[in-house]
């Protein structure tokens, strides 16, 4: 298991790849896949972003980004509702599913379980706002495929 | 969260006559103050009053009283389960889950086996 004191946060981006891969495969039965440079989208497309702050000995914001019709049709899966029928769960879906992503995250890394603490979820709808962060080093990323539509998922850290 | 684990419950073929659903321990605790309930399910991280606080209220609620509770939540680390269970809670399910592990934890419960 990775520690949150070893400095080397670079090591905890397959841990989130996993934890997010875990959490679609569990609630949303589908697979994530990885985007091969040439599918990569601009990131203005991604147009709900839901946000979960972390406290402890790990603050920061974990975000998952992603395209308002990949939001729908994982509200859809995880509701078993018809893609159609989704209105406003849309909000809530995406939020869960960053808060499951941010704790089965934490869950991963030694001492960060019990030592770290999730805010509830926050989701912000458009792609044209500028987020300023507390963070003090590089955020981690990852991006993946949700049914051949890009997922970002990222990690600002503050120290 | 709240209409998944409906959805898990009745995948698990839990009868459910009826489902009131509270954002958050105060809400749930209003709510309790009217109505009858034969199980609670609840997270630890909420808004306004968390699922630990929440527990630790019950005892004062009469329709409250004997009901189990389940937390079920991404907070899984063993100190928190203690912490859960120390405060009331019959059961602990940590997110992300499957409808199985839905049914292993509530069915026991709802039958007065946990």
Same mark, same amino acid.
């Given at each position: ?13 397959? /841990? ?9 495969? $569990? %609630?949303? =039965?589908?697979? @994530?896949? *990885? &985007? ?10 991604l147009d709900v972003t839901a946000m979960v ?8 914001v /974990?975000s998952v980004r992603c395209?308002g019709?990949?939001a729908? $049709? %994982?509200? =859809?899966?995880? @509701?078993? *509702? &018809? ?7 849309v909000a809530?879906?995406l939020g869960?599913?960053a ?22 979820p926050t989701v912000v709808t458009g792609s044209d706002y500028d987020l ?28 | ?114």
């Open positions: 298991m990775k520690s949150a004191s070893d400095g080397h946060h670079e090591n905890w981006i397959p /841990l989130m790849e996993m934890s997010a891969r875990e959490v679609f495969e $569990l %609630m949303l =039965s589908c697979s @994530l896949s *990885v &985007p091969a440079s040439s599918e990569e989208k601009a990131l203005d497309a702050g972390l406290a402890g000995q790990l603050c920061g /974990l395209e019709k990949a729908a $049709l %994982m509200a =859809s899966k995880m @509701l078993g *509702v &018809p893609l159609d029928k989704v209105g406003s769960e809530d879906a869960e599913i808060n499951m992503v941010a704790g089965n995250f934490k869950n991963k890394i030694a001492g960060l379980a019990e030592g770290c603490l999730l805010s509830p300023y962060s507390m963070a003090d080093s590089p955020g981690l990323e990852v991006k993946l495929l949700f049914e051949n539509m890009p997922i970002v998922i990222s990690l600002q850290i503050h120290s | 969260m709240r209409k998944i684990v409906e959805r898990s419950l009745a995948q698990a073929g839990i009868d459910l006559a009826q489902v009131l659903q509270a954002g958050n321990g105060a809400e749930a605790l209003a709510m309790l103050q009217d109505n009858q309930v034969d199980l609670i399910l609840c997270d630890i991280n909420m808004p306004v009053m968390d699922g630990l606080e929440f527990i630790k209220q019950l005892p004062g609620v009469d329709n409250a009283k004997g009901v189990p509770v389940v937390m079920i939540t991404t907070e899984g680390s063993e100190a928190h389960v203690v912490q859960a269970l120390s405060c009331g809670a019959r059961g602990y399910i940590r997110k992300p889950f499957t409808p199985e592990q839905v049914k292993e934890h509530v069915i026991p419960v709802l039958a007065g086996k946990s």
